[in-house]
């Protein structure tokens, strides 16, 4: 069968599948059981916290899209790190990036302070990282989050990946920064890929959820037993809608990295910016990594400002169309401040060893008229 391209299996993801009426948007089946045709044989559907149909176009167009074999969609991004952390085995060495996400960073943290497994949190970006501490920890997961949030570190996944199958290790990689659209972790040698499907694969801020993806049906088969056991598994009405979300998803990048790009020029140049992270920029120390291994830098950029506290507070106040939030990836720009938001589980020690001060300033590029955003932007430098 044909291999179609990125748009086209979004597009055509379930299209023309109802076979009882013909709908070509495939229908929403809400029911929470399945009627058995014969007495102790399994079917397909039998109850839905195991498996639907709605949720099923998901997450074939989402193994579609990244080129594995199967997956899971579940009930939020956090679930779907939960699950990762469930098909490990007791005492498990577990390698984190030291800037990975808060939640992230508090779900692995509390595990280990339980003492069900081991969490190292390191800077993956330093080359050392694959050269010696790799072997010498001999982890059971390594867990990738590139670009990171909210520094937009990028690291080499093809890289971590053959270090890892040196010590039987798992790599796991969180994509949800860039999608499948423009990033796909599995063609670089991961195992699983992660996303949390409430930011860009939806793509309309109203709904939470998460998937995993994966090449290997072993480990297909562990995640669809525990996504079950643990009753974690999406809703068909939350699946509906992000499977709505996904088909616009490549259009909607396009636009997102167009933003973007012109915000972070804006305050390249600005005198009132200390710092501007974006991928995209050939300064960044990373930008030759994720040249190679993403095709487009995405719509997520992170500055930090000439000025304390009090001036990260005039500029969200001063611009007038960003609100203030905690999410990305939706149509809406957002800005946060991940000091205080994102990171702000992390001790201030942990913060500043991380790298994301109090000056630090985190914008997800909405598909707004790209005039109308930078002249909010301004507004906000002009308050500082």
């Known amino acids: 069968m044909k291999k179609f391209k990125k748009e086209t299996i979004a597009a055509k993801a379930g299209?023309?599948?109802?076979?009882?009426?013909?709908?070509?948007?495939?229908?929403?089946?809400?029911?929470?059981?399945?009627?058995?045709?014969?007495?102790?044989?399994?079917?397909?559907?039998?109850?839905?916290?195991?498996?639907?149909?709605s949720r099923d176009h998901l997450i074939n167009a989402l193994t579609d899209l990244e080129d594995?074999?199967?997956?899971?969609?579940?009930?939020?991004?956090?679930?779907?790190i939960t699950l990762v952390a469930n098909i490990l085995n007791i005492n498990s060495k577990v390698i984190l990036p030291h800037d990975c996400y808060g939640g992230t960073h508090r779900l692995f943290l509390s595990l280990s302070e339980k003492?069900?497994?081991?969490?190292?949190?390191?800077?993956?970006?330093?080359?050392?990282?694959?050269?010696?501490?790799?072997?010498?920890?001999n982890p059971d997961l390594i867990w990738v989050e590139t670009p990171s949030n909210p520094l937009l570190q990028s690291v080499d996944i093809k890289k971590i990946s053959k270090e890892a199958k040196a010590c039987d290790a798992l790599v796991a990689v969180d994509n949800t920064f860039l999608s499948p659209s423009l990033q796909n972790p599995l063609k670089l040698g991961a195992d699983i890929v992660m996303h949390s499907t409430t930011k860009y694969i939806n793509?309309?801020?109203?709904?939470?959820?998460?998937?995993?993806?994966?090449?290997?049906?072993?480990?297909?088969?562990?995640?669809?037993?525990?996504?079950?056991?643990?009753?974690?598994?999406?809703?068909?009405?939350?699946?509906?809608?992000?499977?709505?979300?996904?088909?616009?998803?490549?259009?909607?990048?396009?636009?997102?990295?167009?933003?973007?790009?012109?915000?972070?020029?804006?305050?390249?140049?600005?005198?009132?910016?200390?710092?501007?992270?974006?991928?995209?920029?050939?300064?960044?120390?990373?930008?030759?990594?994720?040249?190679?291994?993403?095709?487009?830098?995405?719509?997520?950029?992170?500055?930090?400002?000439?000025?304390?506290?009090?001036?990260?507070e005039n500029f969200i106040e001063g611009m007038n169309i960003i609100p203030l939030a905690a999410s990305l990836g939706g149509f809406e720009s957002l800005v946060s401040h991940p000091y205080t938001m994102t990171h702000g589980n992390l001790t201030p020690n942990?913060?500043?060893?991380?790298?994301?001060?109090?000056?630090?300033?985190?914008?997800?590029?909405?598909?707004?008229?790209?005039?109308?955003?930078?002249?909010?932007?301004?507004?906000?430098?002009?308050?500082?």
């Not at 599948?17 to 929470?32: A, E, Q, R, T």
């Not at 003492?115 to 072997?135: P, R």
């Not at 974690?232 to 088909?247: A, N, V």
């Open 15 to 53: 299209i023309g599948s109802d076979i009882h009426h013909g709908s070509i948007v495939p229908p929403l089946y809400l029911s929470s059981n399945f009627k058995y045709e014969e007495l102790g044989k399994e079917q397909e559907y039998e109850y839905t916290r195991e498996t639907n149909p």
């Open 68 to 80: 594995g074999v199967g997956g899971e969609i579940l009930s939020s991004g956090m679930a779907a």
């Open 115 to 137: 003492g069900i497994l081991d969490a190292y949190f390191i800077n993956q970006g330093e080359e050392s990282f694959c050269e010696k501490t790799i072997s010498e920890i």
């Open 203 to 312: 793509g309309h801020s109203d709904v939470i959820g998460g998937a995993l993806i994966t090449n290997d049906h072993e480990i297909l088969s562990k995640l669809k037993f525990w996504a079950n056991a643990l009753g974690i598994t999406g809703s068909p009405f939350d699946s509906y809608l992000t499977l709505r979300g996904l088909r616009t998803l490549s259009i909607r990048m396009e636009k997102h990295e167009k933003n973007a790009a012109a915000i972070v020029e804006l305050l390249s140049a600005h005198p009132k910016i200390d710092k501007v992270y974006y991928p995209g920029l050939p300064s960044h120390p990373s930008h030759a990594i994720a040249k190679k291994q993403q095709s487009g830098f995405g719509g997520m950029l992170s500055f930090e400002i000439l000025d304390d506290l009090a001036g990260v």
């Open 350 to 384: 942990q913060k500043k060893e991380v790298g994301i001060s109090e000056r630090l300033i985190r914008i997800s590029a909405g598909l707004e008229n790209t005039q109308d955003l930078l002249e909010a932007v301004n507004l906000g430098l002009k308050k500082i």
